[in-house]
């Protein structure tokens, strides 16, 4: 069945970098638009980025512009998000997500998140 | 960026209530709107997309209505197993945004 797994989530100074993954299974990854969405601790949900499934198309929501870089390597079924900058706002739980079909921007399949907290 | 707003942030409900949230959108989203349900320390799951299309195996009892700036989801019967926080989200145009939230609590 389809499952996304993230990691590399952790404690960063502020000003730190960090990379995400979230490795996909059980569906032909390199058919999906993949997305992060993120969730601060007791907050509600804020979409960060979207990559399109050939990679050919990339969008940020606007405090993650410059700092944050979606990729993914659809030989590795593997999702990405490089974070540099990071700040204390950006502590959050990241989880990837899956494109309900190609383009649709709304998500059928979600990860169980990673913690990164930003924090000196 | 179009800003979403549910309401209430806080609902207080018994099993078998009517339970209807609202969302809002700072502009017209035609109909390009999805809900999700999460519980605490789980993923969002998808309910409804397109405002109305129910995701396969959600309960019938769940539904949703509405278009342009205006939209609602409907819990027809209140079971135990939707105790949980819903989210709408807007997916017009970029940046995607979501509602900030209605909690579902017991009565």
């Known amino acids: 069945q389809v499952q996304l797994v993230e990691s590399g989530g952790g404690v960063v100074q502020p000003g730190g970098s960090l990379r995400l993954s979230c490795a996909a299974f059980?569906?032909?990854?390199?058919?999906?638009?993949m997305h992060w969405v993120r969730q601060a601790p007791g907050k509600g949900l804020e979409w960060v980025a979207f990559i399109q499934h050939d990679s050919n198309n990339k969008y940020y929501e606007d405090s993650v512009k410059g700092r944050f870089t979606i990729s993914r390597d659809n030989s590795k079924n593997t999702l990405y998000l490089q974070m540099n900058s990071l700040r204390a706002e950006d502590t959050a739980v990241y989880h990837c997500?899956?494109?309900?079909?190609?383009?649709?921007?709304?998500?059928?399949?979600w990860g169980q998140g990673t913690l990164v907290t930003v924090s000196s | 960026d179009i800003q979403m707003t549910q309401s209430p942030s806080t609902l207080s409900a018994s099993v078998g209530d009517r339970v209807t949230i609202t969302c809002r959108a700072s502009q017209s989203i035609s109909r390009w709107l999805a809900w999700y349900q999460q519980k605490p320390g789980k993923a969002p799951k998808l309910l409804i997309y397109e405002t109305s299309t129910l995701e396969s195996g959600v309960p019938s009892r769940f539904s949703g209505s509405g278009s342009g700036t205006e939209f609602t989801l409907t819990i027809s019967s209140l079971q135990p197993d939707d105790f949980a926080t819903y989210y709408c989200q807007q997916y017009h145009s970029y940046s995607l945004t979501f509602g900030g939230g209605t909690k579902v609590e017991i009565k």
């Open positions: 997500a899956r494109d309900f079909r190609s383009g649709s921007n709304y998500f059928d399949y």
């Open positions: 059980g569906f032909t990854f390199g058919s999906y638009g």
